[in-house]
Structure formats: structure tokens, C-alpha cells
């Protein structure tokens, strides 16, 4: 996975977050998914390669009504990579801290 070194460096923005979370998705896709059902998951490109080309979802992070909070996006990107195949597949226990990454804009 094309994490980058920003996560180690402090400058991780809400950019460098949609990159890693859909690239981090591209990689559970392909490690959890049994070939036959692969053909069905929308937005998982040809191969590993074509889905880290492909997938280029905004993440609610670049929108500017989001008060990013690079550590916990940081923690939700390491807790997805290491959810089980069972429950990223099942869409169960889907780590809290992705829903964490923005809090509200003060006014």
C-alpha cells in the first residue's frame, strides 16, 4: 500500500488521507474479496495496479466543511488496513475513528 511518508512527517492533509483511505480500500478489496466475487464491487479497477489509478474519491476530509484531524485520520487509515477480511467484508466493527477524521466547523 502507497502510504505516504507523511504520516510519519506531520504534514498529513486531508489530500494525503483520501489517497491512503482509497488506496487502503483498493488493498482490502483485492485481499478480501474471492475472485468470483471481485467482478461485482463497484469501483475496484481491472487489478491492485488499475484501482490505485482509478479510485480517486473525495473523502468527506476534502470538503471544507470538515475540521480535519490528521492523528485520528492517520488511525483510521492504520484501522482499516488491519480489519479483518470478515469484517471489512461484512461491513461490521468499521473502525470508529473513520468517523472521527472531521469534526464540526466552528462558526
Known amino acids: 500500500m502507497p502510504l505516504l511518508i507523511a504520516i510519519w512527517t506531520g504534514c498529513y492533509s486531508p489530500g494525503d488521507f483520501s489517497a491512503d483511505y482509497n488506496a ?3 488493498d482490502k478489496i483485492y485481499e478480501c474479496y474471492d475472485a468470483d466475487v471481485l467482478e461485482f464491487v463497484p ?6 495496479e488499475s484501482c490505485y489509478a482509478d479510485r480517486d474519491e473525495p473523502t468527506r476530509a476534502d470538503d ?6 490528521r492523528k485520528i485520520a492517520q488511525t483510521c487509515v492504520e484501522e482499516t488496513a488491519g480489519m479483518a477480511c470478515g469484517d471489512y467484508t461484512g461491513g461490521t466493527n468499521w473502525p470508529p475513528s473513520c468517523d472521527l477524521v472531521c469534526g464540526e466547523v466552528e462558526e
Open 24 to 26: 487502503t480500500v483498493c
Open 43 to 48: 469501483n475496484r479497477g481491472d487489478d491492485l
Open 64 to 69: 471544507d466543511e470538515c475540521a480535519f484531524d
